[in-house]
């Protein structure tokens, strides 16, 4: 066998600690190492093994004053307890035997249990998703029971005070351990925390109070929403056991694509498909938007690639004021076929035209200037 650690290098503490500072020091490692925090980690598994031995011996005057003068060689006679920590249980059962504290917040008793989450998945399309809409959502939950009422007993009878705990729910268990022999208060082992037992149990959802129950919801999508975001609706789930809360419904949103609008943040972008000639003379077209059909005015001397911007258009913001913008992307079509008469036409514009007739205005010059510097 390898060489020992010494005891009070492996709690951390010094010579003269006092029983206090052992015992902190054993409860800090303790939450560090205890297997249910580090799930199939040998090392930590080892080292907890070590730091609660260390312990045992360090916590009791008598093994500790042997272990002062004879070093490991005083001790290792002593029958050690060891597995007794290892088999304890959870981590906050551990802790809350020893330290009476409450390690997770939730006690170290199981009460009866808060209902499981729920999701289910809405469709939107794009136009619901940016104005939010209210929407009927039908589901199966866990539910309580009709038949019983929730309570599981098959009516007319009813539940009864449980014996084992008198209707409290809550139960003392005695236990000896190597530091001794201390009490545990947890939740009773007959009625679950409940209180109360069902000797004649419901035949619809056999003594639990609960079933499958078709749920119906209303839910408000706020505007702005986003594909993939998921709302969150507080005891909307799955029934809990009785005296437990009910879980949350998680609303997974998916919004269909809209082969008009391009989500950008909370501005739409569109793109106008613009026969050259247009773009070239100006024209007034009517864009759509979330708000329905826009007249744009477009210059003489549109460009492909320019982008007008009708601001207030877009997405409202969500759960915020305000609403993006609508871009509109023009995109100039050339001809790519011509007739006869077309091509004359064309050829007779080319013979007019000069450089001027392609001169880039200032601002575009000093915008494609800016872009390449
Ligand atoms: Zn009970
Ligand atoms: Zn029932």
Do not use: W
């Amino acid at each position: 066998m390898a060489t020992k650690r010494d005891y009070y290098e492996v709690l951390g503490v010094d010579r003269d600690a006092g029983e206090a500072d052992i015992k902190k020091s054993f409860r800090r490692l303790a939450r560090e190492l205890h297997p249910d925090v580090n799930p199939g980690d040998q090392h930590a598994e080892e080292r907890f093994r070590e730091v609660a031995e260390a312990y045992e011996v360090l916590s009791d005057a008598d093994t500790r004053a042997r272990y002062d003068r004879f070093g490991h060689a005083g001790v290792d006679g002593s029958s050690l307890h060891t597995d007794q920590f290892m088999d304890f249980g959870s981590l906050s059962d551990l802790l809350g035997a020893f330290f009476g504290d409450d390690l997770f917040g939730g006690g170290m008793s199981r009460g009866p249990q808060r209902g499981a989450d729920a999701a289910v998945a809405v469709e939107l399309t794009f136009v619901e998703a940016a104005f939010g809409v209210s929407r009927e959502l039908e589901m199966e939950v866990v539910g309580p029971c009709e038949h019983c009422a929730g309570s599981g007993a098959k009516p007319p009878s009813q539940p009864e005070r449980c014996e084992t705990c008198g209707g409290q729910g809550r139960v003392q268990r005695v236990q000896q351990t190597a530091l001794g022999q201390f009490v545990q208060t947890g939740a009773c082992p007959t009625c679950g925390g409940r209180g109360v037992t069902v000797s004649d149990p419901c035949r619809v959802c056999r003594g639990h109070g609960r079933t499958p129950t078709q749920q119906s919801v209303e839910v408000q999508i706020p505007a702005g929403i986003a594909d993939g975001q998921r709302l969150q609706l507080r005891g909307r789930g799955h029934h809990g056991e009785p005296g437990a809360p009910a879980g949350d419904l998680y609303v997974a949103v998916r919004v269909a694509a809209d082969p008009r609008f391009q989500r950008d943040g909370n501005d739409i972008v569109a793109v106008l498909d613009l026969p050259f000639t247009k773009a070239a003379l100006g024209t007034t077209v009517s864009v759509e938007t979330l708000d329905g059909a826009h007249e744009l005015e477009l210059k003489p001397g549109t460009q492909p690639g320019d982008v007008i911007t009708l601001r207030g258009k877009g997405v409202p913001v969500l759960n915020g004021r305000g609403r993006g913008h609508h871009r509109v992307l023009v995109n100039v079509l050339m001809p790519s076929r011509l007739t006869d008469e077309q091509r004359r036409l064309l050829a007779e514009f080319e013979a007019t035209a000069d450089e001027d007739t392609y001169r880039a205005d200032e601002s575009f010059m000093s915008r494609i200037r800016s872009a390449f510097s």
